[in-house]
């Protein structure tokens, strides 16, 4: 079946610096979806991404699909403690209805 | 006023017990989700339902049986539970079937058996 799976799982930061999560799928994905959960919360939905090497920003965080379908990174420039949390990413492959989740990425950010 | 709401929040209870997790949605969706969250993070879809017909049905142990009485609402019915049922279950709707639209999450269950 289909895998997605993210590095690194889990990034110590201090605040200010830049974090990258990456998630590579096993197949091509015909859109990705990124969610931020915080700690002891739920996942909350941060954007979607549907064209080869489409690239979208959110303040502070700019998100890429890769040209090839198969990949997506998720980057945060001079990180704030509001960041921590975990990341994943989320692919649907072709017409499927469902969700593939990554693995997640933990970040924590330190003053 | 909470858009995905799922009761209880907590729920501890002995092995070989039989246990419900109510979710709701005011948000007027068409697709609601029961997820599973392990210790480890993982997130795995269980079901979905759209307008109350089941359209997802992963590889879940059949002690576990969903259910939707009307499209606002999804509860996840577990028999003889077991250790390895730990988790948190998130509950999640989104405006249509298709996993294209965005997909809005509970405040999650979570569930010891001991």
């Known amino acids: 079946g289909q895998q997605v799976m993210q590095i690194p799982q889990y990034q110590h930061v201090q605040e200010g610096e830049d974090f990258t999560t990456y998630c590579n799928s096993s197949?091509?994905?015909?859109?990705i979806q990124w969610y931020k959960q915080r700690p002891g919360g739920h996942p909350v939905f941060l954007i979607q991404?549907?064209?080869?090497?489409e690239v979208k920003k959110q303040k502070r965080l700019t998100f890429q699909f890769g040209e090839a379908k198969k990949n997506s990174s998720l980057h945060i420039t001079a990180t704030q403690t509001t960041d921590v949390g975990t990341y994943f990413c989320a692919g649907i492959t072709g017409t499927a209805s469902k969700l593939t989740f990554g693995t997640g990425t933990r970040l924590q950010v330190t003053l | 006023d909470t858009a995905v709401s799922q009761t209880p929040k907590y729920l501890v209870t002995q092995m070989g017990n039989d246990k419900s997790i109510k979710c709701e949605q005011n948000?007027?969706?068409?697709?609601m989700y029961w997820y599973k969250q392990d210790s480890k993070k993982f997130l795995k879809i269980m079901f979905s339902?759209?307008?109350?017909?089941?359209?997802i049905n992963e590889t879940v142990p059949n002690r576990f049986s969903p259910k939707s009485p009307d499209k606002a609402h999804l509860n996840l019915h577990i028999n003889s539970l077991e250790l390895g049922d730990s988790a948190v279950y998130f509950c999640a709707s989104s405006q249509a079937a298709g996993a294209a639209y965005e997909q809005y999450f509970g405040p999650g269950t979570r569930l010891t058996v001991t």
């Open positions: 948000l007027g969706h068409d697709t």
């Open positions: 197949t091509t994905l015909s859109n």
């Open positions: 339902y759209n307008n109350k017909e089941l359209i």
């Open positions: 991404l549907v064209k080869s090497g």
